[in-house]
């Protein structure tokens, strides 16, 4: 594989698991509301 092929994958997964991890967040935020603090931190 060429070096640019390689770093431009590379790049494109970590931003996926970026962004994944984002959305994660985002949906946890949001659910806040809905779910009590005590079933969030028995679920970890």
């Not at 994944?20 to 935020?29: D, G, N, Q, V, Y």
């Amino acid at each position: 594989m060429p070096y640019e092929i390689t770093n431009n994958f590379t790049y494109l997964s970590s931003f996926v698991c970026f962004s994944a991890h984002l959305h994660h967040r985002f949906r946890e935020l949001a659910n806040q509301r809905d779910i009590p603090r005590a079933s969030l931190f028995s679920r970890t």
